[in-house]
């Protein structure tokens, strides 16, 4: 893939990813306001969340990964990453390049569209 190409699809990805993280933390902000209003002033509030900081983290965690943006956000750093280390545009399983237009749709794609029909098919029978 060219140069310019790969350019191309960082900035998309980063773009992508400002987007998702804006809606992620805007959740967040909700989820964390209502906890001020419950606690009081920003002492006892830091006080209680120190006391139940890891169970509170632990569930920020597991609503932000099983959520859809969530799990996309992760998406789009693996193929950041692949960007940074060249193997960025290649199929997961069979290796070929991902074409173009497909990566155009789905700047994350891990498979070429061969492949990720290949594996819809499996999970609608898994399904069943
Ligand atoms: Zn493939």
């Not at 191309?8 to 773009?15: E, G, R």
């Not at 074409?99 to 789905?106: D, H």
């Amino acid at each position: 893939m060219k140069k310019s190409d790969l350019d191309k699809f960082k900035k998309l990805l980063i773009k992508k990813r400002e987007v998702m993280i804006e809606e992620m933390s805007g959740l967040n902000i909700r989820f964390d306001e209502t906890l001020k209003e419950r606690t009081g002033d920003l002492s006892s509030h830091s006080y209680h969340m120190a006391d139940q900081g890891t169970d509170a983290m632990e569930r920020e965690m597991a609503a932000m990964i099983s959520s859809k943006s969530g799990r996309l956000v992760y998406h789009i750093d693996e193929a950041l990453r692949r960007i940074e280390n060249g193997e960025y545009g290649k199929c997961f399983n069979c290796g070929k390049q991902i074409s173009i237009t497909r990566l155009k749709a789905v700047p994350h794609a891990r498979f070429c569209i061969d492949c990720k029909s290949e594996e819809e098919k499996k999970n609608e029978k898994f399904k069943k």
